[in-house]
């Protein structure tokens, strides 16, 4: 009954950690200088690399509440058009869990003449394997339910993520699918998931050529199986100081589809609306963010919210600015 109370009310709150969505869930790590984890095309997409590690947590007061973990590092080689990258995550919901490796090679394409100016096409592919458990061990029934097995079931499947990116000094545009192949997991014997194609698109503009920049960008998702649609609609401001820069923003996520629910007799529909502001400083080569997501609705599992840090390293680049652009995607 425990967790049937969970998947239920996670369902009606559209918590993004459901069985559906396989691989890395999309939170807004990603506006933490960290859009390799969500697109493959930007790895090595500067002139040197990075490494990013982020840790999230959700309802602090529940048990088994999601949970996830991931690092990655991704970087050029040498002064050619080819980057490489890495991600090892884990993600844990309740009794599921997953835990993945992905590997991405990129190919950018230099269009201008200058090497001062920024205008690049990039196209990348990730290739990786996942390994998604259901712990059935604490199921118990008066009467036996043949579906349930009592243990711990494991199954391994193959999938890949493909993208594009488009870079002109401050514009940036990316284009995803993740779980190209759609490889679905012979792990729940009531339901199976043999679609879980996601497709991403994002754009954003960097205003500002002094101390202050600000960034307003947006991220669409789209799910193959479940049609489910949101949107993630972000602003971020930049102020350089004498140690380095200081950084804050907003988003604010919307489902474009809702969930029916019932409370005192009366019926409603409750869509999903996520509140993350977030905040992070680069000094030197180090980079620490921290975001804080609230749920907004009258059908939520618990009060608290969501929380995420990043830290991050970048390394290997030789030139100060190399391009001429406030772009700090590839400015490292």
Known sequence: MKHFIFILISFLTFSFSSMAQEGIPIYFDYLSDNYYLVHPSMAGIGEGGKIRLTARKQWFSVDEAPNL??????????????????????????????????????????????????????????IGTILSSLDETEFRSVIPDPVVTGIKNTVAYFNMDLGMSYNF??????????????????????IEFDNL???????GYVFGRNEWQVEPSILFQLTDFTKEKT??????????????????GLSYRR??????????????????????????VNVNKF???????????????????????????????????????????VNY
């Not at 000094?169 to 009531?190: C, I, K, P, Q, W």
């Not at 194609?197 to 754009?203: C, F, H, M, V």
């Not at 804080?292 to 600015?321: A, E, P, W």
Request: charged share 15%.
């Open 231 to 248: 949107v993630d609609i972000n602003a971020k401001v930049y102020r350089d100081v004498s140690f380095g820069k200081v950084w804050g």
């Open 69 to 126: 973990q991931t690092i990655n590092g991704h970087f050029r080689l040498g002064d050619g058009p080819s980057g490489v990258g890495a991600i090892i995550f884990n993600d844990a919901n309740g009794y599921h869990s997953q835990t993945g490796l992905k590997l991405t090679y990129a190919h950018h394409l230099r269009f201008s003449r200058d090497v001062r100016n920024l205008n690049q096409l990039s196209f990348g592919l990730s």
């Open 255 to 280: 489902s474009f589809d809702g969930a029916q629910f019932q409370t005192n007799g009366t019926f409603g529909e409750q869509r999903l609306q996520l509140f993350t502001p977030i905040i992070g």
């Open 169 to 190: 000094m401050e514009f940036y545009a990316h284009a995803t699918v993740l779980n190209l192949l759609g490889s679905g997991r012979d792990l729940y014997t009531a």
């Open 287 to 329: 980079m620490f963010s921290y975001n804080y997501s609230y749920q907004s609705g009258d059908i939520r599992l618990d009060n608290g919210g969501f929380h995420q840090i990043t830290l991050g390293y970048d390394f290997g680049q030789v030139t100060q600015d190399k391009y001429d652009c406030n772009c700090p995607a």
């Open 197 to 203: 194609r996601r497709y991403l698109l994002s754009a």
